[in-house]
């Protein structure tokens, strides 16, 4: 019985390291006035005025105050070909707290940062592609089964949204990253598509689970939070910290 519960010590001190580290490094928010924070577009999207094709991109920053050292907020930004302005597609805790819909649709700026927070972009799509993807994900923002719900832990939470828009839209191959915490939410199911449409997952109620999917790699879902490897990127997935890279990518020439 001792030998259990040092085990279950030890595999919850590991979990949790990756957190504190990010917490330590300064990474996370943490104390940040909202009303405040830094909002402004980062460059990461083409200038509608000069981009007549249409664009997907989805994004992704480290959540606000200490839920960032856990996770990220993802969001979608499309802009149908000719179009003046992107519309973003997200999942916004609290709305549902103050009885709104989760799903918020907006046009903000695609690429501002999430309070502070620097976004990346995960996944992208233009010309044809983003033009036949844009109405899916509109449908699936729509059809969200989660809209009148949010838990930061296990979900559903912002990154259940995006793998269920994902999953609506296996053009995008949207790898989501280990610090997606509520991704593997499936709600009372237990198998679902991975979110990038290239393999499968089974998952209970996203607090433990297991992914295979020729983008993903291979993922263990413990309390929700993730450990994994990625053989096609040689790279390792921690909780907290995210994507670890085991090679150097090359430098293109000059």
Request: with cysteine.
């Amino acid at each position: 019985m001792k030998v259990v519960l040092l085990t279950c010590l030890l595999v919850l001190v590991l979990l949790l390291a990756g957190p504190a580290f990010v917490i330590a490094s300064g990474t996370a928010t943490l104390g940040v006035d909202w009303t405040r924070a830094d909002r402004s577009p980062v460059g990461l999207a083409p200038d509608p005025a000069a981009t007549p094709e249409a664009v997907v991109q989805v994004y992704a920053a480290r959540a606000l105050s200490w839920r960032g050292a856990f996770g990220v907020h993802p969001w979608f930004a499309v802009k149908p070909a000719g179009a003046r302005a992107y519309t973003v597609y997200e999942v916004v805790g609290w709305r549902v707290y103050r009885g709104l819909p989760a799903v918020a649709v907006s046009n903000r700026d695609p690429d501002g940062r999430w309070f502070g927070a620097q976004p990346v972009v995960l996944a992208e799509l233009r010309g044809a592609a983003a033009a036949a993807a844009i109405p899916r994900i509109a449908a699936a923002a729509g059809s969200y089964p989660y809209a009148g719900e949010y838990r930061v832990w296990p979900g559903p939470n912002s990154n259940t949204f995006a793998a269920w828009v994902a999953r609506a839209v296996p053009e995008l191959r949207l790898d989501l990253p280990s610090t997606a915490l509520g991704k593997d939410y499936l709600g009372s199911g237990l198998v679902a598509r991975a979110p990038s449409g290239t393999g499968w997952q089974l998952s209970l109620f996203g607090v433990a689970g297991l992914l295979v999917a020729w983008e993903e790699g291979l993922e263990l879902n413990l309390l929700g939070l993730t450990v994994g490897v990625d053989p096609l990127d040689l790279a390792v997935k921690l909780p907290g910290v995210g994507r670890i890279a085991l090679r150097t990518e090359a430098a293109p020439p000059a």
